[in-house]
């Protein structure tokens, strides 16, 4: 069995009761980081073992993985905050699972913290339809993605880093009407969490910290 344990994106406290009790009683957690994956797991006391899987794990890691759940392992899958699966590896480590156990291993969410939902429900913008368009490329494509972004009719959600907030604001501006109206989600449930709100021409003059994770939430054309 493989559980996806959703964990929290910042404050321990949004641990739910189900996740801790299944972080116990697995026989092995999967992390994206050993070493974030055990603060969660030192403050609650989970004595579990760990192991890594990522984006960088090649193939052999899959193989094993599968193999101990064919074994009949109960196996947690959690990555440093959030939702596994959620613009994280996760995904394809699910997909592969299914294809290669022809859909025999149990595979069952943990529900949780998810940055995206905690952003979308503060932004006070319409929540009945949004598209989460993860996080901007890097280097190529990413005008086309700004441009779907101004296009797309209804609101939009996306992960953004510290070290491209500012670039990925600049790149709004210039393809936004500049009373779109935006909200800026900084460190959220973190000691220093900051919501930045206004039109894009607004938050484009704010100083906007360059530290921690970012959810960016546009509101409708």
Known sequence: MLSIVATPIGNLKDITQRALETLRE??????????????????????????SYH???????????INLLKEGKHLALVTDAGTPGISDPGNALVAQIIKETNKQIEISPIPGAS???AALSISGFP?????????????NKRNKYFQEVADC????????SNHRIK???SELAAVLDPKREVCV??????????IYRGTISEIIVMEVMEKGEFVV???TL
């Open 26 to 51: 697995a026989d092995l957690v999967l992390c994206e980081d050993t070493r974030n994956t055990k603060k969660l797991l030192d403050a609650y006391e989970i004595k579990t073992p760990t192991m």
């Open 127 to 139: 929540t009945d339809k949004f598209m989460f368009m993860g996080f901007p490329p890097h280097k």
């Open 167 to 169: 670039k990925t604001l």
């Open 115 to 117: 940055a995206i939902a």
């Open 185 to 194: 989600c900084r460190e959220l449930t973190k000691q220093f969490e900051t």
């Open 55 to 65: 984006q960088h794990s090649g193939g052999g890691k899959v193989r094993d993985i």
């Open 217 to 219: 939430i546009i509101n």
């Open 153 to 160: 009719e209804y609101t939009i959600a996306f992960y953004e």
